[in-house]
């Protein structure tokens, strides 16, 4: 099992997790552990959340980089951690962690 394999399985083992999605820089599915039409979902508007959020950061300070997004609703909490390659996105229950 390669790296990024044995992550998601970690990640999805932890109590609350619903789902990880792996997506290239560009938005493209690497990886789902979630149903395909879902991850679609979360793919397009994650990527854009991404894009609009380093965006607005380097506009404030070109000198820092976005590193992490929380966005906490009253089902789910999502996870975002963008790399320069990658973007991982979990998604998980807030009431069950």
Do not use: C, W
């Not at 970690?10 to 395909?36: F, M, N, Q």
């Not at 793919?43 to 607005?56: C, G, N, P, Y």
């Not at 820092?64 to 996105?89: A, G, Q, W, Y």
Request: aromatic share 4%.
């Amino acid at each position: 099992m390669s790296d990024i394999e044995d992550t998601i399985q970690r990640l999805v083992a932890k109590k609350g997790v619903k789902g990880v999605i792996v997506l290239t820089k560009d938005g493209a599915i690497i990886k789902s552990t979630i149903e395909e039409a879902l991850a679609t979902q979360y793919a397009k508007l994650m990527s854009q959340l991404v894009q609009s959020t380093q965006e607005a950061v380097e506009q404030l300070d070109d000198q820092n980089e976005f590193t992490f997004l929380r966005i906490r609703t009253k089902k789910h909490e999502i996870m975002v951690s963008p790399d320069p390659n990658f973007v991982l996105i979990v998604v998980q229950n807030p009431q069950e962690h």
